[in-house]
């Protein structure tokens, strides 16, 4: 039998996953307690906040979080070439990440959860049927008890390693700058800039948030790259033809860093005592480094296993790790096989790839057609048989043949298992 506890379900970890857990287990019923490290929700933010169409349709969020809409996308390969690609609607809208984790906590506290500001959580132990959370709140010592822990800290978890969860995951580095006064040619196309000098295992991006602001960064692997992401951005600022023609009466307004799991072994998101969502669970795409929309799909979904779970279901844990695998386990592994693939390009492979989509018009309207960031396996097969045919196969056969030959060793443990930088600690 369980001691009496605190509360219900404790959520660790106030952004998209955590608000969204929280305000879902408090509709259901559950005494929550969502519990933030930081004085303010939303602060300091780190994301681009791209965030699909999907997730407001299915989550009926409002229109005010919308910053800007976005419908196109241009890629640049490293010797200057251009893809371009337009859709008939609408891919994503840009939010702003600290208003957006406000409303959902917001949301949450007005369906009777109890918001913990400045609460850093740093360990968990099961106690006679309960799960006990220590730490300190506004300087002194915290303790809490809950029937299970929902874990939504973010890309570096602490909690999950001391109730026993192994965490091995391959974190990249990102730094961004929130520019004003940027010359856009298209206000509703990101553009994503490749290339193994300029952002080794990831790439740099522009992103349109609108009043001719833009948020311009780029996104390393510490395990490829030599410098820190600082110096790749200064380079793309100062160096690249593009970027530095957009910026030339642009000053910046804010700078924003984080990390993103981008492999992650996802063996056991849920098991005694706690569940795990959102960048913890290693809920992003490898390709795009996107996570908010499949947070929030898994931080619903593990408030609903909450639910059961108090009302005495002990299966309601391992139905909640069958049930995201459902919704986008698929996703997670196609991503994490494009992006080994990618990871072992050359200059020369980006290149080809991207002169030929923009040659291509076949090719750039399947794109235009089957193309959606959150689901982006759906055009991975029809992609990789439209470029091999025979006019591409002089160019694209090698890239090709990357992607069949690493990226198919994705499909054991998400791509974890094919690495070698690959850490069991989440801090490297
Ligand atoms: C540079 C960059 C750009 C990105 N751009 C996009 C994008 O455009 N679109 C997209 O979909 N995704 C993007 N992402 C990824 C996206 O930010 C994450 O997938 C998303 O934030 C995951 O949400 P989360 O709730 O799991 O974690 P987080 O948003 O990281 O929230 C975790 C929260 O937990 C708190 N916390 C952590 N540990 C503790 C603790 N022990 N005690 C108490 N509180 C704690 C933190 O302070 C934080 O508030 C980007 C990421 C980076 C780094």
Redesign the pocket.
């Known amino acids: 039998m369980s001691t009496p506890h605190d509360f219900d379900v404790i959520v ?9 857990a929280a305000g879902t287990a408090a509709a259901m019923g559950l005494r929550t307690a969502l ?4 004085p303010e ?2 602060a300091p933010a ?7 169409l999907h997730a407001f349709r299915e989550f009926h969020l409002p229109q005010h979080l919308i910053l800007n809409t976005l419908q196109a996308g241009a890629f640049y390969a490293p010797d200057g070439t251009v893809a371009r690609v337009r859709r008939a609607v609408p891919d ?1 809208h ?1 939010v702003d ?1 600290a208003v957006f ?1 406000r409303w959902l906590a917001h949301q949450a506290q007005e369906r009777g959860a109890e918001v913990l500001l400045q ?4 360990a968990a132990e099961r106690v006679n049927g309960t799960v006990r959370v220590l ?1 300190e709140r506004n300087g002194k010592p915290f303790a809490a008890t809950a029937a299970l822990i929902i874990d ?8 999950p390693r001391t109730l026993g969860f192994q965490l091995r995951r391959r974190l ?5 700058y929130q520019m004003v006064d940027v010359d856009l040619d298209e206000p509703d196309c990101p553009e994503i800039y490749l290339g193994t000098e300029s952002a080794p295992g990831f790439f740099a991006w522009l ?1 349109p948030i609108g009043d001719r602001r833009a ?1 311009v ?1 780029v ?1 390393v692997d510490p395990h490829l790259a030599g410098r820190a992401p600082l110096h790749y951005l200064d380079s793309l600022l100062r160096g690249h033809h593009v970027v530095s023609r957009r910026l030339r009466r642009a000053r910046i307004e804010r700078k ?5 799991p981008v492999l992650a072994s996802r063996r056991s998101t849920g098991r005694e005592g706690m569940l795990l ?5 290693g ?3 490898a390709t ?8 929030l799909i898994a ?1 619903r979904l593990a408030a609903e296993a909450a639910a059961s779970y108090v009302g005495g279901d002990r299966d309601a844990l391992a139905r909640y790790d069958r049930r995201w695998r459902e919704r986008f386990g698929r996703e997670l592994r196609a991503t994490a096989m494009a992006r080994l693939a990618l990871n072992r390009m050359t200059d020369a492979d980006l290149n080809a790839i991207v002169a030929t989509i923009a040659a291509d018009g076949r090719l750039r309207s399947t794109i235009e057609r089957l193309g959606d960031t959150a689901f982006q396996s759906r055009l991975l097969a029809p992609f990789i048989t439209q470029a091999l045919r025979p006019a591409h196969l002089a160019t694209l056969a090698g890239p090709v043949l990357k992607i069949l030959r690493y990226g198919l060793r994705a499909l054991w443990d998400d791509g974890i298992s094919a690495e070698e930088n690959v850490s069991d600690e989440v801090n490297p």
Do not use: N
Request: glycine share 22%; aromatic share 2%; with cysteine.
């Open positions: 660790v970890g106030a952004g998209p996953a955590g608000g969204m519990i933030e490290e930081h929700i939303g780190h994301c681009s906040g791209k965030l699909q994503s840009v990440r984790d609460t850093r959580l740093r730490g939504a800290e973010g890309a570096r978890p602490v909690l990249i580095l990102g730094l961004q992103m948020r960064g996104c924003l860093a984080g990390s993103i969502v959102g960048d913890a669970a809920h992003v795409k795009s480094g996107g996570g908010i929309y499949f947070s931080a």
